[in-house]
């Protein structure tokens, strides 16, 4: 379902915590749901560091210049924050 809002998706606790390749799975399909002209926030754990380390290249591949993304800041719980719009 398309969501036509700006959101967070938390990536960060549960299995997300030792899993980098369901974050990543996950983290791709919120910003594929993202409706155009809204962003998501990509909340990812601290265990697997800053999100454009290993996110964003990935982000670029699927969806190239349709989105354009910011890293926001470390959470105070540890995670990372990467906000994605779609545009």
């Excluded at 909340?43 to 290993?54: C, E, I, Q, R």
């Excluded at 591949?61 to 800041?73: A, E, L, T, V």
């Amino acid at each position: 379902m398309m969501k036509n809002m700006n959101y967070s998706v938390g990536l960060e606790h549960d299995d997300y915590a030792n899993d980098r390749d369901l974050v990543i799975k996950d983290a791709l399909t919120a910003v594929a749901d993202t409706g155009v002209g809204y962003y998501v926030n990509v909340v990812t754990p601290a265990s697997f560091g800053n999100p454009v380390d290993y996110l964003t290249e990935l982000l670029d591949q699927q969806f190239g210049d349709r989105i354009k993304y910011q890293f926001i800041d470390q959470c105070g719980c540890g995670g990372y924050v990467l906000r994605v719009w779609k545009l």
